[in-house]
């Protein structure tokens, strides 16, 4: 016998049925009656009210970075809907699953330029896998089993649900799914691809085997690591993936992209055979010359070395770089095909492996850094007193540099970083990692005017109690940017010096725990009086200017100016 149902109802059980357990949203009144059917029916799926919808959209990104399930965020029209593009927009260039519900006006005025209404479809396009509004509430089974197995399918990404209010309030009959939402999976790679990729990698003198994305298992992770340390292999990781392999493996060489270490972008220049998996030939990850130089590390069209691509998405093959094996194969399969082949080690390749990794181990000897708190030291000790899986979240600017070059990572799934360069990203991102794995500890590092871009979600860290640690670098300066003016205007500052508030006084105002420190032997004790508050905490690191990087200083920026002004 069939059940009547609203739209909302049969939205929120479809939700259940697909494994939501934490919903984000800003609250608004296209969707309450969605918000009412979850709480009423389904009172195990937490509904997280945050501050802004660009910071609910960024953790529900990092819920599905993290935890490999899309996350879901319920954001109302516009302009609810445009502050979460950024979200969106950096599920999409970080290839993770998420579903956003855009709550939309009522059919009846759509196409009328009605208050808050647009034409969602259309925006959001460029940047999600697919985008669809439904108008008949029985649809709804039908396209949320779609988002779902679309953001998981072939590279991972975002969907957009744009639901009219009165769909929502409108019943009917539908018979709910009879299952969750299956993706699909691309194949295994065949016998013969894998007897061409061996077949190269016997013929290389300086073979790289460089891993990123989303979706790696611990079995896949566990097979490249097998599959590198067993024929002595040096492994990268690609731009802000560095947890996919473990830092204390001798095949360990690394991190590409922003940041890199010079010194082995420059032996990957030498090398004469690469094998990519599980992330794209993009800007980020071809950066070989200059601060920003995407493109550069290997030739267009035709690379110099021996190139095999292997991704779950044929989209990504071939797009740049015209590569000698292009393969459109699933993760886990091609790992575990790696890993099960019968090989020998090389002499050659274990002699150039640790050349690889010795210029990891001298990049990652501290270097003297200005200013009374030692950054460096810093790192080290942290890494010391953090448990292997605790989590690690940063945004954008120089400032992560720091932990780039010196807090290594053990475990998988203990890294979250946008990709995409949003700034903002790392405190949503906290507090997404600590509501989904609230025993471990979750460190937030981030800069002053990152800080700045979601400062307002501290109050849904105090109220869900989210305990994160916010370590705050206050250097009083936007440092990316006053790097490339540095490097670009001849040193003229153009906005990005900031005034900035008092950070510990408004941590306390959110009924967060704050601290300021000024020196390093000041860092210890307050880390720990934070871990203990038993509330979020707050920690304002004062920074020099000086220390803008970890690689150099604005004087030492200043100087490089003036040489090249000399001739």
């Known amino acids: 016998m069939s059940v009547m149902r609203k739209g909302a109802e049969i939205l929120a059980d479809e939700l259940a049925l697909n494994g939501a357990r934490i919903v984000y949203h800003v609250p608004g009144e296209s969707f309450l009656v969605a918000l009412d059917a979850l709480a009423t029916r389904h009172p195990d799926i937490r509904a997280i009210s945050c501050r802004h919808e660009n910071g609910a959209a960024q953790m529900a990104e990092a819920h599905g970075k993290l935890t490999g399930q899309p996350g879901v965020a319920f954001v109302t029209r516009s302009p609810g809907a445009t502050n979460a593009v950024n979200g969106v927009h950096t599920a999409f260039q970080d290839g993770s699953p998420m579903i956003l519900i855009v709550g939309q006006v009522k059919r009846a005025i759509l196409e009328r330029e009605a208050f808050m209404s647009y034409d969602f479809r259309t925006m959001f396009a460029p940047m999600a896998k697919w985008v669809a509004q439904i108008d008949d509430p029985a649809r709804i089974p039908e396209f949320v089993q779609r988002a779902w197995a679309t953001a998981l399918s072939g590279r991972r990404g975002p969907v957009v649900l744009v639901v009219p209010e009165d769909v929502l309030e409108e019943m009917s009959d539908v018979p709910p799914s009879a299952r969750p939402a299956q993706p699909s999976r691309a194949g295994a790679p065949r016998d013969e691809d894998m007897a061409q990729i061996f077949g190269m990698l016997a013929q290389a003198q300086r073979p790289l085997v460089v891993v990123g ?3 790696w298992s611990e079995a896949a992770r566990e097979d490249i690591q097998d599959f590198a340390g067993r024929l002595g292999l040096p492994v990268v990781t690609t731009f802000r993936r560095r947890d996919i392999i473990d830092h204390r493996l001798d095949c360990y060489a690394g991190e590409i992209g922003i940041g890199a270490n010079p010194a082995l972008l420059a032996h990957i220049k030498e090398a004469d055979f690469v094998l990519m998996l599980n992330d794209a030939l993009s800007d980020v990850n071809t950066i070989g010359a200059g601060y920003m130089e995407g493109f550069t590390l290997f030739s267009i069209p035709h690379p110099k070395q021996k190139i095999v691509h292997v991704m779950a998405d044929h989209g990504d093959l071939n797009r740049v770089f015209q590569v000698d094996l292009a393969l459109a194969a699933d993760n886990d399969a091609t790992t575990r095909a790696l890993a099960s082949r019968d090989a020998r080690p090389l002499p050659a390749h274990a002699e150039w492996t640790a050349r690889l990794r010795a210029t990891l181990l001298a990049e990652r000897e501290p270097q003297p850094c200005p200013g009374a708190i030692d950054l460096p030291r810093v790192m080290g000790w942290l890494r010391e007193r953090l448990p292997e899986d605790a989590i690690v ?4 600017g120089a400032y992560a540099t720091w932990s780039q070059r010196y807090f290594p990572h053990y475990r998988l799934h203990t890294q979250l970083g946008p990709i995409s360069g949003s700034m903002g990203y790392s405190l949503p991102a906290a507090i997404a990692a600590k509501l989904a794995h609230p025993e471990r500890v979750v460190v937030d590092f981030v800069g002053d ?47 990005t010096d900031l005034t900035n508030p008092d950070f510990v ?13 000024t020196t390093t032997e000041e860092f210890a004790p307050a880390f720990e009086r934070a871990l203990a508050a038993g509330r979020p905490a707050l920690i304002e690191m004062v920074i020099d200017p000086e220390a803008i990087h970890c690689r150099y200083s604005l004087s030492d920026l200043r100087a490089r100016r003036a040489a090249r002004a000399q001739g």
């Open 505 to 517: 006084l408004l941590a306390k105002a959110y009924g967060a725990h704050g601290e300021r420190v």
């Open 213 to 215: 994305g989303s979706d």
């Open 393 to 396: 979240t940063n945004g954008v």
């Open 449 to 495: 005017g990152c800080f700045q871009m979601s400062s307002e979600e501290l109050a849904t860290a105090v109220q869900y109690g989210a305990n994160i640690v916010i370590l705050l670098y206050n250097n009083g300066l936007y440092g990316t940017i006053r790097i490339h003016e540095e490097n670009r205007l001849d040193g003229r500052t153009n906005g």
